[in-house]
């Protein structure tokens, strides 16, 4: 075991001597920081994250923190964890595998461990080692001394003692000063991946403009740590990631939750049309609710419901009265919603349903991923229920897909489901912002006129029927749950006319189809198999497919951003294959829809486990599949 030891008595500088450190290129590199939920490592995971951003690097990231509110400190379910990987350039993933795991107590290292490889890097806060703290952990004895790290590099670091040191002076409670040790972390891992620290620094002025105290205290603290990476003898290398070449552009860092919130605030004003968000809490979606609320200065209005049926019914009640209605869940607020859903269908009105989707059933694993509600929302009604349903691929996708979703719904008087996934939702990624001239423009078409009208008239192209609002002189008409005549929308029992009006609404979603682009293929449009995935297996699925192609394998991808209707390529993007594989955070639900649809024996991937799906999974796969 390698173990470095800052051994110099706390609060004393320490000295290089004569020899100068050393500076490594590396390509990427992939950092998880963990410690107590208390210890602020999404904060300081997001800091550096900004910082690599903003120096010009590529980024992906993803969170982990755990469901509880509040877990028991120095206990494994209380851990929370964030991993980035900043690269010279393009990547699609947060990486499989920490390069570095800054452990600041033994439960983080004990959770995290087994995600590292022999070799990489362990740097541990030494204080946190305590008996009480190891014996919370489940360890028998330290890790640190007993030979349990005998495989990694191993820097321990009194960050406590550190932090304390460099706070001495400074009129604040210990426990208060305390909580900012994460920004000596943050500063030493500055120092080592030669970041700056000048954008930390104003955002900590900007954001404890009101306590002075706590901004000095960050301030020190991450100073201390940067400072001791550079003065300290346990490190003797520096290492650098050089800017990656991005498409030219402006970028901004962004998350999937806040780019639906920017989606949505976008398509707004692009349709020229109000905008009502109505929306119960719930894990993950709960930020979109929060982002919108702070757009009121746009044409966005936010409504917090009693619970999910309110929401839904609201939303529903804003796009009768010719407003765009927009309403988000997770899981089980997507079942709850259900029957308000179903009113959509029946009145062809144009709702859009966002389900952030989680680990389930029931509640769970509320604060973990999955990708398993793809047929509830296909068929999760009663009766023939059909709507459309898009998939974002990426977090900053989710800007454009939720404009999607938009104009599906108001184009074609249909409720949409937009399913992304904690996955997406939490993590972040450069987005590079569009033009305005660029995105697509909605045109709200309301009926106004009183001669011809009929609320169940359709237009000849799309099957859409008029979009009358409420109040408009002449047009009172009467739409609810019960089936419609087809055309005068007077209440109907006539078996025929139900037959006619269930298959019209099926073709209806069927020629969204004629709307949508082509599926695109990754690779050669024929081979010996193609990866066929929707939703966030995207950058998985792409790095994987770059690595074996790599070795001359024969091996293409296509990624679903439309999962009903299907695009209408798809049958002859399958049919230029072999054999097809369908990696899934279920257990096979688009490889049922495949299966059924173009009777391929498509084989599944599937991972239930609340994580993003690994590279190497899939590339596994893969070569299983070739052999």
């Known amino acids: 075991m390698t173990v470095e030891r800052a051994s110099t008595p706390v609060g004393m500088k320490q000295t290089m001597g004569s020899e100068a450190k050393k500076k490594e290129k590396l390509n ?64 699609y993933t947060p990486g499989d595998a920490p390069d570095v795991l800054v452990a600041m107590n033994p439960a983080a290292l004990r959770t ?24 919370k952990a489940g360890w028998k004895g330290n890790p640190l001394e007993d030979g349990t790290l005998k495989d990694y590099r191993v820097f321990t670091v ?7 040191a460099a706070l001495k002076d400074l009129a604040l409670k210990q426990v208060e000063g305390d909580r900012t040790k994460n920004f000596f972390a943050l500063g030493l891992v ?14 900590i002025a900007q954001k404890f403009s009101k306590r002075p105290e706590i901004a000095e205290a960050n301030v020190r603290t991450l100073k201390a740590g940067y400072h001791f990476g550079e003065t300290t003898e346990i490190f003797h290398t520096q290492y650098e990631v050089e800017k990656a070449v991005l498409e030219p552009g402006l970028y901004r860092k962004v998350s999937g939750n806040e780019a639906t919130v920017l989606g949505l605030v976008a398509i707004s004003e692009l349709a020229n049309t109000p905008l009502l968000y109505a ?28 619970d999910e049926i309110a929401a839904c019914g609201a939303a529903l009640g ?64 009663n009766s023939e229920s059909p709507l459309a349903i898009v998939a974002p691929q990426s977090p900053a996708d989710c800007f454009f897909m939720v404009i999607e ?37 909605l045109e709200v078409r309301y009926w106004t006129k009183k001669e011809g009208f009929f609320p169940y008239l359709r237009d000849p192209k799309t099957l859409a029927r008029p979009w009358a609002v409420p109040g408009t002189p002449g047009l009172e008409h009467r739409i609810g ?99 097809v594989l369908i990696p899934e955070g279920n257990l096979g639900q688009l490889r049922m829809m495949i299966r059924s649809a173009f009777l391929v024996d498509a084989v599944g991937l599937n991972r239930v486990k609340g994580q993003p799906f690994k590279i190497a999974d899939i590339e596994q796969g893969i070569e299983e599949m070739l052999k």
């Open 28 to 91: 990427r590199v992939t950092l998880r920081f963990a410690g107590d939920s208390g210890d602020g490592m999404q904060l300081t995971g997001e800091r550096f994250t900004d910082t690599s951003a903003l120096f010009g690097n590529d980024i992906s990231t993803v969170p982990d923190f755990p469901a509880e509110i509040r877990a028991p400190a120095g206990t494994l379910p209380g851990v929370s964890a964030f991993q980035l990987t900043f690269s010279d350039e393009k990547i």
């Open 112 to 135: 995290n461990l087994r995600d590292l490889a022999k070799g990489k890097v362990v740097i541990a806060n030494t204080d946190s080692f305590t008996d009480d703290n190891l014996r």
């Open 158 to 164: 009194p960050i406590t003692q550190l932090t304390r």
């Open 190 to 203: 500055f120092w080592l991946y030669d970041r700056p620290m000048d954008s930390t620094l104003t955002w």
């Open 279 to 306: 929306s119960y809490p719930i894990t993950p979606a709960s930020d979109i609710l929060h982002g919108l609320a702070q757009h009121k200065n746009f044409r966005v209005k936010t409504f917090q419901a009693e």
């Open 318 to 381: 804003a796009s009768f009265g010719g407003q765009l209605g927009i309403t988000g869940t997770s899981g089980p607020g997507l079942c709850l919603k259900s029957e308000m859903i179903n009113l959509a269908v029946m009145t062809e009105l144009p709702l859009v349903v966002l389900d952030v989707q989680r680990g389930g059933p029931s509640t769970g694993l509320p604060t973990k991923t999955e990708q398993a509600d793809l047929l509830m929302a296909l068929a999760g009604r």
């Open 405 to 441: 979703a938009v104009r599906i719904a108001v184009q074609f008087m249909t409720p949409v489901i937009f399913l992304s996934d904690g996955y997406l939702a939490n993590s972040s990624e450069p987005w590079r912002i569009p033009d305005i001239k660029d995105l697509p423009r």
């Open 481 to 579: 749950g019960i089936e419609k005549a087809e055309t005068t929308g007077n209440v109907s029992y006539d078996p025929d006319n139900h037959d006619r009006m269930t298959r019209l609404r099926a073709e209806k979603i069927a020629r969204v189809a004629d709307t949508i682009p082509p599926l695109e293929v990754y690779g050669d449009s024929k081979g010996d198999l193609l990866v066929l995935g929707w939703g966030s297996t995207y950058g998985a699925i792409r790095s994987a497919v770059d690595q074996v192609r790599k070795r001359g394998r024969r091996v293409s991808s296509s990624h679903l951003r439309y999962l009903n209707p299907f695009p209408k390529n798809l049958g002859e993007v399958i049919k230029g294959f072999k054999r």
